[in-house]
Structure formats: C-alpha cells, structure tokens
C-alpha cells in the first residue's frame, strides 16, 4: 500500500551534493529500508520534475516554478569558503588565480562572488572553468588554483584548507532546498528518503 517503504526513489541534485555528501550516506537508509532502490543522479542543470525525470531534487536556490504541483521546503544552508592545496603556503594562497565556472553557470553565487573579487582586487582567473563544484574542488586540490566551495564538502578533506579571507565582500551562503511531486509526498517510500535527506543534510552542514 502506500506507507509501504518500497520501490525506486529517484533523487537528482548537482554532484557535488550527489556525490560527495548524500552517496557517502546512503548505506544508512538501505539499512534501515531494504525494500528501496535509490537511484542518486547527478546533474548540473536542473531536471524536471514536472516531466518526471526525478521524484526528489535537491536545489542550491529557492525554486521559481512548478506551481502547485511541487511543493518546496527550504532544509538548510551551505556555507562557502576560500579553499586551496593543503601544500600551498599562506603567502602563496593570494596569488593564486581564481577557478571558476563556464559561461552557462556565471550566474551562481559562488561565480558572481569570484567575478566580484577579481574585480576588486585585481587577482587573475585561472584557465580552467567548470561546470560543478566537484570538478572545481579537484582542481583546486591539485594545485591548480583556489575557488569557492562548500564547508560542508571541502572541510571534510584532508588534502584542502580554507584561506581566511580579509577585507572585501562577505563570503556567499546558498540556501538548499528540497522539491518534490504535491502528490507524491504522503507515500511510505517518498517520506523515508525525505527524512534520510534531511538527516544528512543537516548532519553535513552542521558536521
């Protein structure tokens, strides 16, 4: 029936959220619910779900449309820093060029923040641009530059350190918000994955 916890979960968000904090977590909800198939999805631009290409999608903004057929709820921020190689020393971090992000994605936050810096003090951009903060915080633990991301990935890494940033425009916060089918949200299986996201969420930002 519909409070069993049951059937294929399709969640969809951009993969650094996808990959590097609801993956990690997932062996808990399989624990507790053996009779789900989570499918996780990772993508950059955002997938319908009007169309049905995912049953849950997680948003780094308050969502603009949908309607009444998806029902929104705001559960929680991330949190943003300057983050650079573990190697690379103090006096070297401000010289680093900025990475940031391809033409397509030049209007999220943590884009138009580094468009600002820049701007401000001159620095340079790297030649590399990306697409998702995934590729940015591999980038970045190569040595190839310093970017923006999220406390919530890059302060879990041993191989990164955030850079305390002076002066300037206070660093960027983006809310994350989580969307759903109106008329999906009272079945069993719909709920277990909500309330597994949120616990995970809340226990990334927080953690």
Do not use: C, F
Request: zero cysteines; glycine letters at 10%.
């Amino acid at each position: 029936g519909e409070a069993a916890v049951a059937g294929s979960v399709r969640v969809t968000s951009v993969p650094i959220i996808i990959n590097r904090i609801l993956a990690p977590g997932a062996g808990r909800l399989l624990r507790q619910h053996p009779d789900i198939e989570l499918e996780l999805v990772p993508e950059s631009r955002n997938l319908s779900l009007t169309r049905r290409e995912a049953d849950l999608a997680l948003r780094l903004a308050r969502p603009t449309t949908g309607g009444a057929q998806v029902k929104a709820k705001r559960i929680g921020e991330l949190a943003y820093s300057v983050v650079v190689s573990r190697d690379i020393g103090e006096a070297d971090a401000g010289r680093l060029p900025w990475i940031t992000y391809e033409d397509a994605m030049a209007h999220i936050a943590q884009a138009q923040w580094i468009a600002r810096e820049t701007r401000r003090t001159g620095a340079p951009l790297s030649g590399l641009r990306v697409a998702d903060g995934e590729t940015a915080l591999e980038a970045v633990a190569a040595g190839v530059g310093r970017s923006l991301l999220a406390d919530a990935v890059a302060g879990r890494r041993s191989d990164l350190r955030k850079v305390r940033h002076v002066g300037g425009q206070a660093l960027p916060r983006r809310e994350i918000w989580l969307l759903g089918h109106s008329d999906q949200m009272h079945l069993g299986r719909i709920r277990a994955v909500i309330d597994w996201i949120e616990e995970t969420i809340a226990h990334a930002v927080t953690g």
